[in-house]
Nanobody, 127 residues
């Protein structure tokens, strides 16, 4: 089972930017479709974005569309989430997750569709 580790969280002011990174351990990133999720205490884990194994397909939740960009650099074994125009409501623990490339063909932002998860990195948007 592949392990994933995310990093890059921190405190940023409203309107600011932050880039999260995720890497796989044990097996290469290029074997998986990858997703970003976030969770606020007391709420369920919600899907933010995903990118296909090839990098040719991406999907964004409406709440982040136009502000966040998911990308992957398989040569560096790294997945990214570039977050711009951050809002206080973006504050959450962000998780990186991996799934088999052909495990989902739809929206693919349900946590149960992903097999391996990172420990999370906290993003706080506050003035």
């Amino acid at each position: 089972q592949v392990q994933v580790v995310e990093s890059g969280g921190g405190l940023v002011g409203p309107g600011g930017s932050l880039t999260l990174s995720c890497t796989t351990i044990g097996l290469p990133l290029d074997g998986y479709a990858m997703g970003w999720f976030r969770q606020v205490p007391g709420q369920g884990r919600e899907g933010v974005s995903w990118v296909s194994q090839s990098g040719r397909r991406t999907y964004y939740d409406d709440s982040v569309k136009g502000r966040f960009t998911i990308s992957r650099d398989d040569a560096k074994n790294t997945l990214y989430l570039q977050m711009n125009s951050l809002k206080p409501e973006d504050t959450a623990m962000y998780y990186c997750a991996a799934r088999s490339p052909r495990s989902c063909y739809g929206i693919c932002l349900s946590p149960g569709q992903y097999n391996s998860w990172g420990q999370g990195t906290q993003v706080t948007v506050s003035s």
